[in-house]
């Protein structure tokens, strides 16, 4: 286990940046563990999944209505009456700039390159430090459903936060314009159109 400098957050090893105040660990050796008395002064301030809101720990449910107002999709008719959603404009920014926009799919994985795994990331955020910054090779997935559009938490070392709230893994969570997605200790802006 590691030991954050800051707060004294315990952390699994190999984590590169500490879940509740956000320092990096990759500058010096780990922590010392404190002794006993002095891990009780720093108890409180650790954060538990129960003392973040409710709202973001239980699984998302998907709207029931097709092309709702949050929704990513519009609803449009083929001849035969089956109902064809076409996406919005869905874009994630990095904060130098750099744009990757998502097209002509139903789920995107952002990550990083590895040539030993079989499907690649569509975000890669490889060229952009990912591997320094925490990102895993398989961190996050979006998915775009007729209910809208949702990120899921691919159970990554240093997790994915959406506008400061930490997601649960393995669940999925809407996304709307102008949110922003914490990856390590890189940032992406959702922008939809």
């Known amino acids: ?28 050796a780990p922590a010392p563990k404190s002794d006993a008395a002095s891990a009780g002064v720093f108890e409180s301030y650790r954060v538990t999944p129960s003392q973040l809101p409710r709202t973001d720990m239980t699984p998302a449910t998907p709207p029931r209505a097709f092309g709702n107002a949050r929704g990513g999709m519009e609803q449009t008719r083929t001849d035969g009456g089956i109902r064809v959603a076409t996406s919005r404009r869905i874009r994630l920014r990095l904060s130098n700039g750099k744009t990757f926009e998502l097209t002509g799919k139903s789920d995107y994985l952002i990550g990083r ?62 996304l709307e314009d102008g949110d922003e997605l914490r990856l390590g200790s890189i940032t992406l802006l959702v922008v939809l159109s």
């Open 113 to 174: 390159r590895d040539h030993r795994l079989e499907r690649q990331p569509d975000v890669d955020l490889t060229d952009w430090n990912g591997a320094a910054y925490g990102v895993s090779r398989q961190h996050a997935m979006i998915y775009v459903t007729e209910d809208g559009i949702w990120i899921e938490d691919l159970e990554s070392l240093n997790e994915t936060i959406r506008n400061e709230y930490r997601l649960m893994p393995r669940q999925r969570y809407p």
């Open 1 to 28: 286990m590691l030991q954050c400098q800051k707060c004294f957050h315990e952390l699994p090893d190999g984590t590169m940046f500490c879940d509740v105040c956000g320092t990096s660990l990759l500058s010096g």
